[in-house]
């Protein structure tokens, strides 16, 4: 009877919302007129098949306007959670079960930063970028006065409130948030240091390996940069965020010495958590002297990754460590104080204030050191550790960001200079500035700006606040920056990995991921010099991981086959895996099981539960599981509370038991009910989506794809025990293009370039997304205009 109740409830929340859309909440208008305020003239906006805006507008003013509207009328919302998130207001619209999220922004420093980066940006004076940010908020502005909302505001009986320059620097700084790594492994890595010792450090790989692959850099003569200068877990916390965490990505760019055109081929696919709509928007705009294809975060005006018809710019985490924490020592005599040597600083205090949707406001205490916030009343794993205040320094809340300038222009730019030098103004966070050109540059910059550490310093333990040799001696100049540009083998590679030595000899440290995926890159471009936009998508639809096997046939060397036979089939297919996640295939329902069941029995004796799951998402698990097992002496198989001395053999062999039993008892005895494709779900959720039934309306559903750790085509998920993976990311994007044919360049997102509910584009991508395939990225004026899907002309509103 309850289901009956449940299933008519829902097809009455269905009709409803199909009422209320039809009526009032119709799909964003891809068709007629409208006048805008602040307008100098008729600017048309043309949709293609699957939704992408083309705008011609006569001047940059109206082009961007105009953006800021088309780009609202389909990614509002996400732009309100996305805002919201960065300026730590999300109880005030979703109310108190986000509180410890604002708390824990506003403790942080991205809301205060937003605030000081915007009054800097508006101090710089009329500068291009911001006359024309300022077109694009007016424009979403005037989406928000006179457009039809989308109905999720209806659903939480809210409005939004005027879009802002603070809001902008908000979303900036979620972005960079969500690059920063320390926040997650740096307590877990003191926690092993401090309570079980260097040993147990030594068997994983905190730093990189030398059988880690690192990007080759190569400095150029030519170029030249100014370089001035009850607490929940935070894994819970980050769970609750209505908004996905940019966390990885691959580009590659190949010189016309390797490709059939002769011309440069561009790459890149960044890695995003899923979410519903995908986090890009795709818009290209056409003005006098300007011509650019963008991919747009919503709320901000330039395309971080995108092409003009001259050059093509992308993206991947660069995963610097740009983010430390000190332990300070409090002045006996006054616990207001703190001790750095001889020297006595005061801990400074505010109070903020958080609006809470349905009750009083929240004020909290944030208190500050020298080295940054305090953070241990903000994180559990922190306040675990130590009662003595641990600090945050991090490099973005340093300085206001100008993030928003060096977007502007790398759009902009007309050479491969310009870009270095707009590369040279990002600060945090770390970005790999991927680069080709119609005539045949690649390059590639490291940008950031990077610390120069005290030796005393171990960049992911907590350094000793209270010795002031601790404190960090200046920076690197932007010069030093790992970069290649034009390299002999033709090609630029990067995947999240560790890059070369910096000019200064320096292996700069980070949250590198092992180069794996960097290495297939780079073998496979280099096997021959005939690429072109069709051969190239096998690589990047690849799901081959060659470390894997490599990885299986150590742990099957610890048992004894002989033991399994009822399994004999399940593991000959085990034993002759070659890394490949086809669907078909049984090898990676075994292998990941059996992976997290080795990991659990050696280690959460040591670490405990939540540690350990906290160990499943740090990158140190990407990076040292190979190293894990290979380690002689390695003292984590050893069972704490037994009396034998536990070997790999027994860890391994009893994880394998488990890992059969219980497949058996998910899949059945059949091996071919064990294929991957019934062990892979994939759902990109909305932030409504949490609350049932809205989650059949507002998630996306796709079917399975071929997910893994570190393939190529990076389908992530977190390792568990369950035995059914939802992947969690993947790439964002998938852009190639051949400086051959600009206009004929391909991409293809996860969802849909729309995120609202009730557009034909909300989800129209989904298939060819899961099934490898591309559509066009149109920039042909004449193909444009004949096989639009819809024409907007937006003209001037009169006096």
Not at 308 to 333: A, C, I, Q
Not at 435 to 442: C, E, L, M, P
Not at 672 to 677: A, C, F, I, P, S
């Amino acid at each position: 009877m309850n289901r009956l109740a449940s299933i008519f409830g829902f097809l009455i929340l269905v009709l409803v919302l199909g009422i209320l859309g039809f009526v009032f909440y119709q799909s964003p208008q891809y068709d007629g007129d409208l006048t805008l305020p602040g307008l100098k003239g008729k600017v048309e906006v043309h949709f293609d098949n699957y939704g992408i805006p083309h705008i011609y507008a006569q001047s940059e003013e109206d082009a961007y306007r105009t953006l800021g509207y088309v780009h609202a009328q389909d990614r509002l919302f996400q732009l309100e959670m996305m805002r919201r998130v960065g300026s730590g207001t999300l109880a005030e619209f979703l109310g108190k079960d986000l509180l410890e999220i604002d708390r824990f922004f506003h403790t942080l420093g991205i809301p205060r930063h937003s605030k000081e980066s915007a009054s800097t940006f508006f101090s710089a004076g009329e500068t291009p970028w911001k006359i024309a940010a300022e077109a694009y908020i007016a424009g979403v502005n005037d989406f928000i006065e006179i457009g039809k909302l989308p109905v999720e505001y209806l659903l939480l009986g809210e409005k939004p409130r005027p879009y802002t320059i603070e809001d902008m620097h908000s979303i900036v700084g979620y972005m960079s948030f969500t690059f920063a790594m320390g926040l997650k492994t740096d307590p877990l890595v003191t926690k092993i240091a401090r309570e079980l010792g260097p040993e147990y450090l030594n068997s994983l790989s905190i730093q990189t390996l030398p059988e880690h692959h690192t990007i080759p850099v190569n400095y150029p003569d030519s170029l030249r940069v100014d370089s001035s200068s009850t607490i929940p877990t935070l894994t819970a916390l980050l769970d609750k965020l209505p908004v996905p965490l940019l966390e990885g990505s691959n580009s590659w760019v190949i010189a016309g010495s390797r490709t059939k055109s002769g011309k440069v081929l561009f790459n890149n696919d960044t890695h995003i958590g899923f979410a519903s709509p995908s986090v890009w928007y795709e818009a290209h705009m056409e003005y006098p002297g300007f011509s650019f294809y963008g991919n747009h975060l919503a709320g901000v005006p330039f395309g971080l990754v995108g092409h003009s018809r001259h050059h093509s710019v992308g993206l991947t985490m660069f995963e610097n460590d740009d983010h430390d924490f000190f332990e300070e020592k409090l002045n006996p005599n006054n616990p207001n104080e703190i001790l750095v040597g001889d020297s006595i600083f005061p801990i400074i205090s505010r109070k903020e204030l958080i609006q809470v949707k349905g009750q009083d406001p929240d004020e909290f205490e944030i208190r500050e050191t020298i080295h940054g916030p305090i953070m241990n009343s903000v994180s559990k794993e922190i306040s675990a550790l130590t009662s003595n205040p641990v600090s945050s320094w991090w490099v973005y809340i340093l300085e206001p960001t100008k993030a928003l300038e060096a977007i502007y222009k790398i759009n902009h730019a007309n050479s491969i200079q310009e870009v270095a030098d707009a590369a040279g103004l990002i600060h945090a966070p770390g970005l790999n500035i991927m680069y080709g050109d119609s005539a045949g540059s690649i390059a590639w910059w490291a940008a950031a700006k990077l610390p120069i550490r005290s030796e005393k310093v171990h960049s992911k333990i907590f350094a000793d606040g209270s010795d002031p040799e601790t404190l960090h001696k200046g920076w690197y100049p932007f010069t030093d920056n790992p970069q290649s540009i034009n390299p002999e083998n033709g090609f630029i590679a990067s995947a999240n990995n560790q890059p070369d030595t910096m000019r200064s000899g320096v292996l700069f440290p980070g949250y590198y991921f092992p180069g794996e995926r960097w290495n297939r890159i780079a073998k496979t471009i280099t096997s021959r010099e005939d690429w072109d936009q069709e051969s190239i998508q096998e690589l990047q639809l690849e799901s081959v991981n060659e470390v894997q096997p490599q990885i299986v046939q150590m742990m099957l060397s610890h048992i004894k086959l002989e033991d399994f036979t009822t399994y004999s089939e399940v593991l000959t297919a085990l034993q002759n895996w070659d890394g490949d996640h086809g669907l078909e295939a049984l090898a990676p329902t075994i292998y990941y099981k059996w992976q997290y069941h080795v990991l659990k029995l050696a280690m959460q004796d040591e670490l405990g539960e939540e540690a350990f799951n906290s160990y499943l998402e740090t990158f140190i698990l990407v990076r040292s599981t190979r190293h894990f097992l290979a380690t002689k002496d390695n003292p984590w198989w050893d069972v704490r509370g037994t009396s034998d001395i536990e070997t790999p053999e027994y860890i391994i062999t009893e994880a394998l038991k488990v890992t059969l039993e219980e497949l058996t008892s998910q899949f059945g005895k059949k091996p071919k009910d064990w294929e991957w494709r019934n062990a892979v779900t994939l759902e990109h959720p909305h932030p409504l989506g949490s609350q049932k039934p809205l989650d059949k309306i507002f998630n996306v559903k796709a079917d399975p794809v071929a997910a893994n750790e570190e393939s190529v085509n990076k389908l992530a998920f977190r390792l568990s025990g369950d035995g059914i993976y939802n992947v969690t990311s993947g790439p964002a994007m998938r852009i190639i293009l051949d400086f051959a044919n600009v206009d004929g360049s391909i991409s293809v997102l996860p969802t849909g370039n729309s995120g609202n509910r009730f557009s034909k584009h909300y989800s129209d991508q989904k298939n060819l997304y899961v099934k490898g395939k591309y559509r066009p990225q149109l920039m042909n004026e004449q193909e444009i205009k004949e096989k639009s899907k819809g024409k907007l002309i937006f003209t001037p509103k009169k006096n």
